[in-house]
């Protein structure tokens, strides 16, 4: 399974960005799908989450900002961010969860950079 990040980039202050992200291989199901970020000297936090039942859940600073949205046609995951601030700056990486035979795995994107200029 692979998963390809697009998306990421320089925007200023109140701009915005759409990050994707599409999961490929021996897939027979998607569960929850997300994203993730981590800036310089900061652990991993919780950006957003989607389950498949398309329940929604975000992280504090992100929320009426940031719309996470999903495409099972395409076992993609997307991330609308909207209002961008300088504390949004980080990698920003999606997660989802494959049933592979069973099973449920979870995969990490590459991470893409986002950076917001004041």
């Known amino acids: 399974v692979q998963l390809v990040e697009s998306g990421g980039g320089l925007v200023q202050a109140g701009g915005s960005l759409r990050l994707s992200c599409a999961a490929s291989g021996s897939i027979s199901r998607i569960n929850a799908m997300g994203w993730y970020r981590q800036a310089p000297g900061k652990q991993r936090e919780l950006v957003a989450t989607?389950?498949?039942?398309?329940?929604?859940n975000y992280g504090d600073s992100v929320k009426g900002r940031f719309t996470i949205s999903r495409d099972d046609a395409k076992n993609a995951v997307y991330l609308q961010m909207n209002s961008l601030k300088p504390e949004d700056t980080a990698v920003y990486y999606c997660k989802v969860a494959v049933m592979i035979i069973a099973s449920f795995y979870d995969y990490w994107g590459q991470g893409t950079q986002v950076t917001v200029s004041s």
């Open positions: 989607i389950t498949s039942g398309y329940n929604t």
